[in-house]
């Protein structure tokens, strides 16, 4: 509690400044608002109302200081404001404006126009909203210089959207290093030669291999969270022929395998970025229910196929896997492999065989009983097939039946 009242005093006097700032913002523009009111041919008219207006500083302020006070205007840290601290802002100059005009709508005592306190409760937002915005904007300016980030590597971003204004914000974050965006592209014309957060908008995704020459750029980041398919493909394929290096935002709703946010960021390509369809989503719990606590069978589990179908298997914790295939090393080589992830003593058989004999595999499903089994034991180079076309008949069609 003494620490919170300590923190309490401290923040005092940045609150009590920023109140007399607003005092003298709001005498101001209720001045601008009688000025505005009254056009030069009313200048006596304009000059008594300013007289009038004097008395009534005594309450006005007060209102206002109060409302703002209790409504938490000076709660708001300003570096950090958003549409929301506007609204407010706007919200608790309205109210203050109301209360005035019910006091001296009870006392009668108005000596002014409804209109020059509208105006002035106007005026008053703008200049209140402008003054701490302006002072953000330069303190903003003044931190890019001091703290001018060591990576100035010249970035073009792909997207003007949400996600591009994110990957601009990142790059300019003096804790981060991610490079200097240079410029921006996006397929909507309406964004060619606007900005975002100063970075233009200097044409089409068409025209990267050009702006990559103007502005020698050296990295493209590729900020569409939304973009799938061949059409990423393309983009991808695009950038790549300028020989730039080329990366992907981090889509900022990802998560890891362990549920946890990814850190924002830019990422490598990955295979998935390459498909000229969707990436499938895997229904792991289904899968999970399917192979948990159950004896599998891979035959062919050495081979490229088949060791990979084991990896993935292990990862749902079957009771047993049972790795058969005709070629030993292989086999050997992967329960190893499994071995040294899940412990010496992970469920994995490895067992010698041929699909081809029957009675090997007879004996095999008697001493197991496999519930699940994965049939990956092929031949599947087709250039030596075509050449051997009686074994691959052998195997392939004999041994699977």
Not at 84 to 99: K, M, P
Not at 169 to 193: E, H, R
Not at 294 to 306: D, E, P, R
């Amino acid at each position: 509690m003494q620490q919170d009242s300590k923190q309490i005093i401290k923040g005092l006097p940045r609150r009590i400044a920023l109140m007399l700032l607003d005092c003298g913002l709001i005498v101001l523009c209720y001045w601008l608002a009688v000025m505005l009111r009254f056009d030069s041919g009313d200048a006596y008219k304009r000059v008594l109302t300013i007289r009038a207006m004097a008395p009534m500083l005594a309450y006005v302020l007060p209102i206002y200081m109060i409302v703002f006070w209790f409504g938490g205007l000076y709660e708001i840290m300003w570096e950090y404001a958003g549409m929301r601290d506007l609204a407010r802002l706007t919200c608790l100059s309205g109210l203050a404006t109301g209360i005035i005009m019910l006091f001296d709508l009870f006392y009668h005592s108005r000596p002014i126009s409804g209109a020059v306190l509208i105006f002035g409760a106007v005026f008053n937002t703008a200049a209140i909203a402008g003054v701490r915005f302006l002072w953000r904007l330069c303190r903003t300016l003044h931190d890019a210089r001091v703290n001018k980030p060591e990576d100035d590597t010249p970035l073009l971003i792909v997207g003007a959207g949400n996600a591009g204004a994110w990957a601009v914000n990142l790059c300019k974050n003096k804790n981060q290093s991610f490079g200097n965006p240079v410029c921006m592209v996006d397929d909507d014309l309406t964004k060619k030669g606007l900005r975002v957060q100063g970075v233009p908008v200097r044409g089409t995704i068409s025209d990267i291999p050009e702006l990559v020459r103007k502005y020698h750029i050296v990295e493209i980041v590729i900020a569409i969270t939304t973009l799938k398919g061949e059409r990423l493909s393309e983009i991808i394929n695009l950038c790549n022929s300028t020989h730039c290096r080329v990366r992907m935002l981090s889509d900022p709703q990802a998560v890891d395998e362990n549920g946890n946010p990814v850190a924002a960021g830019f990422r490598e390509l990955n295979t998935a970025d390459f498909l000229s369809r969707d990436e499938i989503q895997l229904n792991n719990a289904q899968i999970s229910e399917y192979l948990h606590d159950k004896i599998v069978l891979v035959t062919g589990g050495g081979g490229s196929i088949g060791s990979e179908l084991c990896r993935q298997i292990m990862r749902y914790q079957p009771r047993r896997l049972l790795i058969f295939d005709i070629y030993e090393n292989c086999a050997y080589e992967l329960e190893t492999e499994l071995r040294n992830k899940y412990g010496a003593e992970a469920p994995v058989i490895t067992l010698i065989g041929s699909i081809r004999d029957k009675q090997r595999l007879d004996e095999v499903f008697e001493t197991y009983h496999p519930s699940v089994v994965f049939h990956a034991a092929a031949h599947k180079h087709v250039p030596l097939m075509e050449i051997s076309p009686a074994e691959a008949v052998k195997n392939n069609v004999f041994g699977t039946k």
